[in-house]
């Protein structure tokens, strides 16, 4: 069975701060990786997706890819009050591009 | 863009009804769509996959006579939750890929309440 796990949290950074989030996967076959922020109460947002080792990086976000760890990681510089929610990993393996998603990863950044 | 509208965002109805749920693509033609539930505090559950023309597959233990699927275009799909129960109260979320993309956009997502 495909697992993705996740740190619940929560995990609480002052602002300014650089929060980063965790998540490894089980599936070795697994092709792309995503990240998704929830607020609560709505539907998942994508921020994030990347496909080959190494860092990718879009304004204050940067996810990093290890495929030999299966470990797949977020890093949010200078987080805000609005950054707070919920962080959802998500793996894709197979051709039928079904995502497998952690649990989520509750973030709070405090003013 | 990749807007994916969800219709209701919000609906109660009584224990015993069906409800529709339905799921659009605005701005590209979605090959797949997915729909998921999601209870409080919980990750999101993938419920089935639907591809435009097919019968949707369904995750194990999802009821296919329960969750009737829909896809019968390349930008609409429905959910109808038949026979509602309490026990369905969820959120719903729908999400839709386009054609040669990995990532798939979620829609706004449905708050259901079975009363």
């Known amino acids: 069975q495909k697992e993705v796990e996740q740190n619940s949290g929560p995990l609480s950074v002052p602002e300014g701060a650089i929060a980063s989030l965790n998540c490894t996967y089980s599936?070795?076959?697994?092709?792309?990786f995503f990240w998704y922020r929830q607020y609560s109460g709505k539907s998942p947002e994508l921020i994030m997706s990347i496909y080959s080792n190494g860092d990718k990086e879009d304004g204050r976000f940067t996810a990093q890819l290890n495929k030999a760890s299966q470990y797949v990681s977020l890093l949010i510089r200078d987080s805000q009050p609005s950054d707070s929610a919920t962080y959802l990993c998500a793996v894709n393996g197979g051709s039928n591009y079904k995502l497998t998603f952690g649990k989520g990863t509750l973030l709070t950044v405090n003013p | 863009g990749a807007v994916v509208s969800q219709h209701p965002s919000r609906v109660i109805c009584k224990s015993g009804t069906s409800v529709k749920i339905e799921c659009r693509s605005l701005d590209f033609q979605a090959t797949t769509m997915f729909w998921y539930r999601q209870f409080p505090k919980q990750s999101l559950m993938l419920m089935a996959t639907?591809?435009?023309?097919?019968?949707?597959?369904?995750e194990q233990g999802v009821e296919k006579d329960k969750f009737l699927i829909n896809h019968a275009s390349l930008t609409l799909s429905t959910l109808t939750v038949t026979s509602a129960h309490p026990e369905d109260s969820s959120f719903y979320i729908c999400?839709?890929?386009?054609?040669?993309?990995?990532?798939?956009?979620f829609g706004q997502g449905t708050r259901l309440t079975v009363v």
């Open positions: 639907s591809n435009e023309g097919s019968k949707a597959t369904y």
């Open positions: 599936d070795r076959v697994s092709q792309s």
């Open positions: 999400s839709a890929r386009k054609e040669l993309v990995s990532e798939a956009f």
